[in-house]
């Protein structure tokens, strides 16, 4: 766009500018000598129509394809029910070893079932299991209908739907507890996935179960007794969590698997049949697992740069991370990571070791950027008599030189910006 700026104003900015321009460029060198790590991964090519994959140990998006589009999630939203279930058993309000009884609408569930009648009472944990491993709508009806604020399913859907809400999960509208086909039921792939997170994070007591591969509840079909999530007993690490399907879904799931260190959880939806989805889940979890790994970048209270004081009795002040970097970079064509430091300089003193200065954004190819603050390496106090003196004649004899450079210009000539 174009500006019309006054000469006092354009000699000011453009001395503001020029400063910030050499710490950009002493920033390059800086990074350029210290961070060479890095490279390009090759893109998955998912054939999902929606998908999303998290490297939950630095919270960094892998792949994300349609991730915020409400799609009918199957079998996949039970993990809200769990998760409202898991909560009222840590608060209290459940007992695992309380039994439920079956209503005839519970009975009245088709699909994946536990095969429950309404001559049954059900202890809490077998309906857990129920749901993990065999997937059965009639034991999500069980426990919504004990946890409905009116004790009814549809009750139990509304209530999920304002937890989801709650928790974040804004592309997520429950109208059952199980995910049988219905109008406005709806979850997004990044909603899920923050789902998934939090039940590994808020319930490591419970997550256990989701790696559970058999259920034989009562020695009822125990031809059905088989946990649906393919990539169990693969030995890539995957140990949840929930598999789904209906005709207007396609096949999915929401996985998890951990190797070494690391953790990743993905959300795969839309596919064409199960066999695609066990190739496809597996293809992902190796792929986020083989093309990136996780680099120590800087120590905690190393030096990234030295930005400038203002007015202070040293001239330049040390910008430090708090803690020690670590970021996921990809493995392969090993190169510089692109990177650049953001602060409003030069900085004013007084400034106390561990005040929060700037921002260090690194950009790897391939991966969304990552933001860390950056702090004073030391205290710089402020100046005394004489560094107020050379400061006014320093700003004095600047103002000089602009006005002077600015004379031979018109008071309001246009200046090209970029918008």
Same mark, same amino acid.
């Given at each position: 766009?174009?500006? @019309? ?23 390059? =060198? ?7 790590? +890095? ?15 998290? *490297? ?37 309000? $459940? ?72 928790? +974040? ?36 007591? @419970? ?7 058999? @259920? ?24 949840? =969590? ?65 930005? *400038? ?9 040390? $910008? ?33 070791? +561990? ?21 004073? +390496? ?18 004095? =004899? ?22």
């Amino acid at each position: 766009m174009t500006l @019309f700026i006054r000469r006092r104003a354009l000699t000011a900015t453009r001395r503001i500018a020029r400063r910030f321009r050499a710490a950009t460029v002493v920033l390059g =060198l800086c990074l350029s000598a210290t961070l060479p790590l +890095g490279g390009q991964a090759q893109a998955f090519d998912t054939q999902a129509t929606a998908a999303y994959v998290v *490297d939950l140990t630095t919270r960094t998006v892998l792949l994300e394809k349609n991730a915020d589009m409400p799609l009918p999630p199957a079998s996949m939203s039970k993990l809200m029910t769990l998760y409202v279930a898991f909560e009222a058993i840590r608060d209290g309000r $459940l007992q695992l070893d309380e039994r439920l009884p079956v209503s005839a609408h519970a009975m009245s569930y088709g699909g994946s079932t536990m095969f429950l009648d309404t001559t049954d009472r059900v202890k809490v944990e077998d309906l857990l299991r129920g749901i993990i491993v065999l997937s059965g709508n009639d034991a999500c009806v069980v426990l919504a209908e004990a946890l409905s604020p009116d004790g009814t399913e549809a009750g139990f859907a509304r209530y999920m739907t304002q937890r989801a809400q709650n928790m +974040g999960m804004t592309n997520s509208t429950f109208t059952n507890s199980n995910g049988w086909p219905a109008a406005g039921h709806r979850m997004s792939m990044r909603d899920l996935a923050l789902l998934a997170t939090n039940l590994i994070e808020d319930f490591p007591n @419970f997550y256990p179960l989701f790696s559970e591969e058999t @259920f034989a509840f009562d020695g009822r079909a125990p031809q059905n007794s088989a946990n649906r999530n393919p990539l169990l007993g693969l030995g890539v690490g995957a140990d949840g =969590l929930k598999t789904g399907h209906t005709s207007e879904a396609g096949y999915g799931l929401v996985g998890s698997a951990k190797q070494d260190d690391r953790r990743v959880v993905f959300v795969l939806s839309g596919l064409s049949t199960a066999a695609a989805r066990a190739q496809e889940s597996e293809a992902i979890v190796n792929w986020a697992f083989r093309q990136f790994t996780e680099k120590s970048l800087l120590k905690a209270g190393e030096t990234v740069i030295k930005a *400038d004081v203002h007015m202070g009795d040293a001239p330049t002040v040390s $910008l430090t991370t708090a803690n020690d970097l670590t970021a996921l970079i990809p493995v392969l064509f090993a190169k510089e990571v692109p990177a650049e430091v953001v602060y409003n300089g030069p900085i004013s003193a007084p400034i106390t070791r +561990g005040d929060e200065l700037a921002e260090l954004i690194l950009s790897p190819e391939g991966l969304p950027e990552t933001r860390v603050p950056l702090v004073a +390496g030391e205290s710089v106090n402020k100046g005394g008599f004489m560094v107020t003196i050379t400061t006014a004649l320093d700003r004095l =004899l600047t103002d000089i030189g602009g006005n002077r450079f600015d004379a031979a210009r018109e008071d309001a000539t246009p200046v090209e910006e970029a918008s």
